[in-house]
């Protein structure tokens, strides 16, 4: 099972942490990410992360605005998100993909989350 939290409503420009926390096993060696739905859009990628090596690879809409980490001890992971845009405003989330890549497509990702709202106004 996986929880997320952290989400909410901030103003352009302000910050938010997401975090989201793994039950039921341990997933310490899959990898861990966050993909998001706007109103009206299709779901996209934003961020992952491995397990080993800590590789990440972000969504070009996010790269330099958005970090993201994990507490393997914990089985949680987070994203710092900065400098947010009323763009970022979605459904954010999280992911595990059990065979520890680092992929942008949906598909290949094995657990999802319930999602946390992230409402940026302008």
């Known amino acids: 099972q996986l929880q997320a939290f952290g989400g909410g409503l901030v103003q352009t420009g302000n910050s938010l942490r997401l975090s989201c926390t793994a039950s039921?096993?341990?997933?310490?060696?899959?990898?861990m990410g966050w993909f998001r739905q706007a109103p009206g859009k299709e779901r996209e990628f934003v961020a992952a992360i491995s397990w080993k090596l800590r590789s990440t690879n972000y969504a070009d809409s996010v790269k330099g605005r958005f970090t993201i980490s994990r507490d393997g001890l914990k089985n949680t992971v987070y994203l710092q998100m900065d400098s947010l845009k009323p763009e970022d405003t979605a459904i954010y989330y999280c992911?595990?993909?059990?065979?520890?890549?680092?992929?942008?497509?949906?598909?290949?990702?094995?657990?999802w989350g319930q999602g946390t709202l992230v409402t940026v106004s302008s």
């Open positions: 992911v595990i993909d059990r065979s520890g890549r680092l992929s942008t497509t949906q598909t290949r990702y094995d657990y």
């Open positions: 039921g096993r341990s997933f310490v060696a899959y990898t």
